[in-house]
């Protein structure tokens, strides 16, 4: 047995597909760059994480989109006859008024890695759009159409749109085609599938919260109309019978199941291996418990899944409730690497693993400046929607040790360089070093960003030399600590312990869908010129060890 999740920390809104023997997930990143990370597999055990989609900046632009915008739930799919990848991915660019501002398109590639193709504009029509190249050649759009008027049941229906291939555009209207397989509501993530000539309809239900499920239903044409399955959810954390159509709220805490590991199991695609296995990915997420706080955003999960006699997709073990272990596949064995826990930015390029909000990393660190050390230039305070300079990864355990040695003299007291541990611009905590005019020379400090609260604590300011300087963060289940030191080897705490489980959507105030990131930053809020040196970066994680409950 194996064990879930397959791709922990900020890994949400799965979506596989298979090109002979090599398996692919996407999975979403909203307001961070690089977009739409790609892991790859040959065996559905190990997995790597092999290139992004989105390596441009400029295409899409994200400066100025609050946290929860951005790049939304990627549909990857290759296309057989065509020997070509399909991503189709939205741009959520505003949900002011729950209008949710979206624009969604498509991009193709021959390899996985690229070069992809210029980006088609499809429809506005709602989220999580996604494609059925169909057997005949034609090809069709699906996605939620959202709702916007009173009296009608929200967030609204799955819609259905032909794709012209030549034109490049869909024709007429998008037109509703299904309503769901459950009276949960706030039915989502749709993709459409073909098989022993039924058009299969998949989608999350529930809302992306704690009534989060997956559901099916199936028809002999495309356009429908579609039958629900006898059995709906297919994959769920909760599986009581609930009607939440009236109610449009995605968390739903009060379904939160005590008897199961994973939470808010729903939104998945599934894939069949070459020796006839289906498993299908899906997004859940581990809460605090009792807080009920994903500190780790939604992850990616795996279950093995079969056939019946009559066609339906079922679980393998007979059940519709999300596993904290799944049945391994029959294929070889063929290990990846891993991403490395130790990175002394010796190689020249940096890391696929690191991600930085709204602009790629590229843009302010420099591997090359100073061979084995990466340079971060300052930019915009780490609050700023547009420019900052924040190189993180993905937290992955909420039991991990992060440190870093760094080299940084600040000049003015706009100078500010360090660590931090990053849910949005409005949620953080860092330790950094700065020129205190108070003392007349450098020193380090904690400020906290809590809902957009700025605390910065006074009482642990620090004078310090100008030398180099070790700076750690160790997070212990529900509480985290920072420390410094000179020599690398004896450590002091600075600050407060604070509270892990407030790093969550049900905390955060202003941004959600997420997770929370660790990384280095600086900031120069006179000439975004002044830099920072880090020689190294360390990330060590206990990812077997499960979530705190009490």
């Known amino acids: 047995m194996l064990n879930n999740p397959v791709l922990p ?18 999975v979403s990143t909203f307001e961070w760059f690089p977009g739409i990370p790609v892991y790859h597999s ?114 609204g229906a799955i819609c259905m749109a032909e794709y012209d291939t030549v034109k490049k555009e869909i024709i007429g209207y998008p037109e509703r085609i299904w309503h769901g397989g459950t009276d949960r509501g706030c039915i989502e993530a749709p993709h459409l599938t073909k098989r022993n000539g039924y058009y299969y309809i998949m989608c999350a239900e529930g809302g992306t919260g704690y009534n989060h499920c997956i559901t099916m239903g ?90 019946t006699d009559d066609g339906w997709l079922r679980m393998a073990d007979g059940t519709n409730i999300a596993k904290e272990f799944y049945e391994e596949s029959a294929l070889k064995d063929y290990p990846v690497k891993k991403i490395p826990g130790f990175d002394d930015f010796d190689s020249g390029t940096l890391g696929n693993w690191y991600y930085a909000p709204r602009i790629m990393p590229e843009r302010f660190a420099d591997v090359t400046a100073r061979p084995g050390y990466v340079r971060i230039r300052g930019q915009e305070s780490y609050s700023s ?7 993180a990864r993905k937290l992955t355990s909420v039991y991990a040790s992060i440190t870093t040695k760094m080299e940084f003299i600040p000049e003015v007291h706009q100078h500010s360089a360090g660590l931090v541990l990053y849910y949005d611009n409005m949620n953080y905590i860092n330790l950094r070093k700065y020129y205190s005019e108070t003392l007349g020379q450098s020193a380090i400090s904690i400020i906290q960003i809590e809902n957009g609260e700025k605390t910065e604590f006074i009482n642990t300011r620090t004078p310090v030399d100008d030398v180099p300087i070790y700076l750690r963060l160790e997070i212990d289940g529900r509480s985290l600590q920072f420390m410094w030191s000179y020599n690398g080897k004896e450590y002091k ?28 930053a600086c900031y120069d809020l006179i000439k975004h010129k002044h830099y920072a040196d880090f020689d190294f970066f360390e990330y060590s994680a206990d990812e077997k060890r499960g979530m705190p409950c009490n």
């Open 385 to 391: 929607l547009n420019k900052t300079s924040i190189l």
């Open 218 to 307: 199936r028809s002999k044409t495309v356009w429908g109309p579609y039958e629900g399955s006898p059995v709906n959810p297919i994959v769920t954390s909760n599986p009581a019978v609930s009607n939440e159509r009236h109610d449009p709220d995605h968390l739903k805490p009060k379904y939160f199941n005590p008897g199961t590991v994973l939470q808010k199991a729903g939104h998945g695609s599934y894939v069949e291996t070459q020796l006839g296995e289906v498993y299908l990915v899906h997004l859940c997420s581990r809460p605090f418990v009792p807080e009920l706080r994903c500190t780790l955003g939604r992850e990616t999960a795996m279950q093995k899944m079969c056939w």
């Open 42 to 155: 040959k065996d559905m055990k190990h997995w790597e994480l092999y290139t992004h989609v989105l390596a441009d900046d400029e295409k899409p632009d994200l400066k100025k989109l609050p946290s929860a915008k951005g790049i939304w739930a990627p549909c990857l799919t290759y296309c057989q006859d065509e020997d070509l990848f399909y991503v189709i991915y939205g741009v959520m660019n505003s949900m002011n008024s729950r209008y949710f501002d979206i624009d969604n398109y498509l991009i193709t590639a021959k390899d996985i890695k690229g070069p992809w193709s210029e980006p088609v504009y499809l429809h506005s029509a709602g989220f999580d759009a996604s494609i059925l190249h169909d057997d005949d050649g034609r090809k069709y759009i699906v996605s939620l159409e959202w709702e916007t008027r009173e009296g009608y049941e929200k967030p």
């Open 493 to 520: 705490n600075i600050g407060i312990k604070f509270d892990t489980t407030k790093f969550s959507d049900e905390y955060c105030k202003y941004g959600e869908f997420t997770g929370t990131m660790a990384g280095l």
């Open 9 to 26: 920390g900020f890994n949400p809104d799965p979506c596989i597909c298979r090109k002979d023997g090599d398996y692919y997930i996407a």
